[in-house]
């Protein structure tokens, strides 16, 4: 059993993404992680700067390659590859363990924001 599988029990696709994430971010709390490595899962709080502009602020990523600023990532919750800046990361990054992606992915905690 992944330490999501609890919370894929307990929330049967439904619930606040806040209160999901808050209970994600508790269970992943084992694997903080400062920068994200390519090739692993990873799930943070995002708070994106540019204006007019709708982001996940509780990605589900797929971490590919670094950019100056950030990394670029393939957001589950999009379906697409995002780019994502290092300074825009609020709090910690958690790694993801391959076991957990799926429960992760059947959680509804993606909330899209349009940054005004």
């Known amino acids: 059993m992944s330490r999501i ?5 307990k929330y049967k696709g439904t619930g606040d993404p806040d209160d999901i994430m808050l209970e994600v971010i508790d269970a992943l709390s084992d694997t903080v992680e400062v920068i994200p490595e390519p090739g692993n899962y990873y799930t943070f709080i995002y708070a994106a ?6 982001y996940d602020t ?4 797929a971490a590919f390659d670094y950019h100056p600023s950030g990394f670029y990532g393939f957001n589950f919750h ?4 995002r780019n994502y800046t290092f ?3 609020v709090g910690q990054v958690y ?8 429960d992760l992915k059947r ?5 899209f924001v349009l940054n005004n």
């Open 5 to 9: 599988t609890p919370l894929v029990e």
């Open 49 to 54: 700067k540019t204006p007019n502009i709708t």
């Open 58 to 61: 509780f990605p589900l990523i």
């Open 78 to 81: 999009w379906n697409r590859m």
């Open 87 to 89: 300074q825009e990361i």
């Open 95 to 102: 790694k993801v363990n391959s076991d957990e992606l799926d």
């Open 107 to 111: 959680l509804s905690y993606q909330k």
